[in-house]
């Protein structure tokens, strides 16, 4: 039996380039999106073609911030 909180997976979003990159952190992988409507489905995607789940068991908690080089700091990319 699958937990379903097990399949809530944090987005993590920022602009870059006239696109918006999605990063999922529990699974160190990124994909971009034209807006932030394309959101949820381009990482469900992402999540479910890395992971094997089925797309419609996953969640995504998508927070849009500052692009992580506005920050000074490192991006999570590299």
Do not use: K, N, Q
Request: charge should be negative; charged fraction near 20%; include cysteine.
């Amino acid at each position: 039996m699958t937990d379903a909180a097990a399949d809530t997976f944090e987005v993590v979003a920022w602009p870059a380039e006239r696109r918006l990159v999605l990063y999922v952190p529990a699974i160190e992988a990124a994909t971009t999106v034209t807006s932030m409507t394309e959101a949820p489905d381009a990482a469900r995607s992402l999540i479910a073609d890395l992971t094997g789940l089925p797309a419609e068991s996953i969640s995504c908690d998508i927070h849009l911030r500052r692009s992580p080089g506005m920050l000074g700091g490192s991006t999570p990319l590299a």
